[in-house]
């Protein structure tokens, strides 16, 4: 490898967390979404983030490149911007290439519909879900545009998590609006396997469970090629 791609892995690295340039032996990508997704206002230095406008360009190139056969998606986040997570969510559905989602530590808020948004989605036993009705800081100004905004958004998501996962409408309204079991909050925490009995999350595993399913999908895509 030549000083100048080396140069640019280990920038890769130091700014997204991986390398995004695939090796002709890299036949699965991981894609790390981690800490707090940020999207149009930058978060302060000290926060841990994944940003969009890095995420999209890393999909976008395991989408053409041809020596990447399936994506490994990693989540421990606790949530951030709804739209430019759903906008990630909505990308890694478009993918052609076999997806698998793995939360560890947990998938909070807009968290949810990323960990659906892969083919098959996996949840260690003791990570996290928080469910929970969209929430905004700050002064709020034109309170019915706002009320009918938020309306909209928040049936973008529910729409997205049911059409992505084996949860029912009815259902996951129902978790987001509980009012027993998060201070000064409405919603409900999922643990590990409560997650999968509910239908959001398709099995309790690691990341050897996560990647031999990857494999199988990978396989079976292989076979249904022409």
Same mark, same amino acid.
């Given at each position: 490898?030549?000083?100048?791609?080396?140069?640019?892995?280990?920038?890769?690295?130091?700014?997204?967390?991986?390398?995004?340039?695939?090796? !002709?032996?890299?036949?699965?990508?991981?894609?790390?979404?981690?800490?707090?997704?940020?999207?149009?206002?930058?978060? !302060? !230095?000290?926060?841990?983030?994944?940003? *969009?406008?890095?995420?999209?360009?890393?999909? #976008?190139? =395991?989408?053409?490149?041809?020596?990447?056969?399936?994506?490994?998606?990693?989540?421990?986040?606790?949530?951030?911007?709804?739209?430019?997570?759903?906008? #990630?969510?909505?990308?890694?559905?478009?993918?052609?290439? !076999?997806?698998?989602?793995?939360? #560890?530590?947990?998938?909070?808020?807009?968290?949810?519909?990323?960990?659906?948004? +892969?083919? *098959?989605?996996?949840?260690?036993?003791? +990570?996290?879900?928080?469910?929970?009705? =969209?929430?905004?800081?700050?002064?709020?100004?034109?309170?019915?545009?706002?009320?009918? *905004?938020?309306?909209?958004?928040?049936?973008?998501? =529910?729409?997205?998590?049911?059409?992505?996962?084996?949860?029912?409408?009815?259902?996951?309204?129902?978790?987001?609006?509980?009012?027993?079991?998060?201070?000064?909050?409405?919603?409900?925490?999922?643990?590990?396997?409560? +997650?999968?009995? *509910?239908?959001?999350?398709?099995?309790?595993?690691?990341?050897?469970? +996560?990647?031999?399913?990857?494999?199988?999908?990978?396989?079976?895509?292989?076979?249904?090629?022409?």
């Amino acid at each position: 490898m030549s000083e100048e791609n080396t140069k640019k892995d280990l920038d890769n690295i130091k700014e997204l967390g991986v390398s995004n340039i695939p090796r !002709p032996d890299e036949r699965i990508q991981i894609l790390p979404i981690i800490g707090q997704v940020e999207g149009h206002m930058m978060l !302060p !230095p000290q926060t841990k983030a994944t940003k *969009y406008e890095h995420v999209i360009p890393q999909l #976008i190139s =395991i989408e053409t490149n041809e020596r990447v056969e399936g994506v490994l998606i990693i989540l421990n986040t606790v949530g951030g911007d709804v739209e430019a997570g759903l906008a #990630i969510a909505e990308m890694i559905r478009s993918l052609s290439k !076999p997806t698998v989602s793995l939360v #560890i530590g947990g998938g909070h808020s807009i968290g949810v519909p990323l960990a659906t948004s +892969a083919d *098959y989605s996996f949840i260690s036993p003791s +990570a996290t879900m928080i469910i929970h009705p =969209i929430r905004m800081n700050g002064l709020i100004i034109g309170v019915p545009q706002t009320f009918e *905004y938020f309306n909209k958004m928040q049936d973008r998501i =529910i729409e997205f998590i049911t059409r992505t996962s084996n949860i029912d409408k009815e259902t996951l309204k129902k978790l987001m609006l509980q009012s027993d079991e998060l201070l000064n909050d409405m919603g409900t925490i999922l643990i590990g396997n409560q +997650a999968v009995e *509910y239908g959001l999350i398709d099995d309790v595993g690691g990341i050897s469970e +996560a990647l031999r399913k990857l494999d199988s999908l990978i396989d079976t895509t292989t076979k249904s090629k022409p």
